[in-house]
């Protein structure tokens, strides 16, 4: 058996879900307009799907990946000389390999944060740049819902950030890599933390829950999307064989299929981390809010984990008072996690722990 046959690496190992599987056979036939053009209709299903969700006056453009779309859907909002706010923890600003800064020229302000999340006191002091030619102008706030830490935004955090935003000139954008996770959390409904909220550029994504390939980039103003094709295009997003990213929208977005699978994941990460908080040499760091779990755990024994059940260390150095030396991992849970996952887990923790 291969370490990639289980484990809580990332919700990006796991597979397609049948059903987005079965939709993407279902348009595997006959010749239809390339690129989404024309009379291409499994592309313009998908954008009214979206509209379901998100409401009319709404822009969709469809993209590869989530890097794409974080750099292409900020970039088409802010110019060379000003500036994108991110947590230090943002995939934009530590997992893109400096795309943000290369594609769009921008420099990102990090703000640093425990838990993940930033709000408008620590926005604040970016402010004295604006109007003084040596500083990059601050001209975007980026925040990740899910975050990286696996904690999330709730309703009134995005507001507060998208009128803070507003009243000073800015955008908002969101970067969605786990957003079906946390409106699942929440319980609520896509629009509410987003087109209601007063977020400006949304990057969407699913395939950490269940999709094959493909992202969007939505903006909830459609003044901001004016030539964004092109920028699409000359960022080499245009995918030729569009329905293919297409058709997998219009499954995950019907039926709740999206909010299906993030339950699952999410369920499985609460009851992985009740199964952690059992074991008194293990410590659980983080709000457990979403699909991730985060555990302070004695290092000898993450090799001999990671042989059956894969997965990430998160800090090599964590702040912990403990006499065996700790490290922090990141615990991922999938919409294909099973609780058969979890007990493998924890009973080969108790063996390892003696």
């Not at 000073?168 to 890599?177: E, P, S, T």
């Amino acid at each position: 058996m291969r370490i990639t046959d289980k484990g809580f690496a990332s919700d990006n190992w796991s597979g397609v879900c049948p059903e987005i599987m079965e939709a993407l056979n279902e348009v595997n036939t006959g010749h239809v307009f390339a690129y989404g053009e024309g009379d291409e209709e499994v592309s313009k299903v998908a954008v009214n799907k979206f509209k379901e969700h998100f409401g009319d006056d709404i822009a969709v453009f469809f993209v590869y990946n989530g890097t794409a779309a974080n750099v292409l859907g900020t970039g088409h909002l802010i110019n060379p000389y000003q500036a994108i706010i991110a947590a230090h923890t943002a995939h934009m600003n530590e997992d893109e390999c400096g795309a943000p800064e290369k594609f769009t020229g921008s420099k990102i302000l990090e703000i640093h944060t425990k838990n993940g999340k930033i709000n408008t006191e620590q926005i604040k002091p970016f402010l004295g740049n604006i109007g003084f030619q040596h500083h990059s102008q601050p001209k975007l706030i980026s925040i990740s819902q899910v975050t990286e830490l696996g904690t999330i935004y709730t309703t009134s955090e995005i507001k507060a950030l998208s009128e803070f935003a507003h009243d000073n000139n800015m955008y908002l954008h969101m970067d969605g890599a786990r957003i079906s996770n946390a409106v699942a959390a929440l319980n609520t409904d896509f629009r509410s933390i987003t087109t209601d909220a007063g977020v400006d550029v949304l990057s969407f994504g699913g395939t950490k829950n269940g999709m094959m390939f493909g992202e969007a980039v939505v903006f909830f103003n459609k003044d901001l999307a004016v030539d964004f094709e092109y920028a699409r295009k000359q960022g080499m997003q245009l995918h030729s064989k569009m329905r293919f990213i297409a058709a997998q929208f219009t499954r995950y977005l019907s039926n709740d299929l999206w909010r299906s699978n993030a339950d699952i994941a999410n369920k499985m990460a609460k009851a992985l981390a009740l199964e952690i908080s059992k074991i008194p040499e293990m410590q659980v760091s983080q709000d457990v809010d979403a699909n991730g779990v985060f555990v302070l755990m004695p290092e000898y024994i993450i090799p001999l984990l990671q042989k059956d059940y894969f997965f990430h260390i998160w800090n090599e150095n964590p702040t912990v008072d403990s006499e065996v030396p700790m490290k922090e991992v990141r615990l991922m849970c999938s919409w294909d996690t099973t609780r058969d996952d979890i007990a493998g887990f924890i009973d080969l923790v108790g063996e390892l722990l003696g």
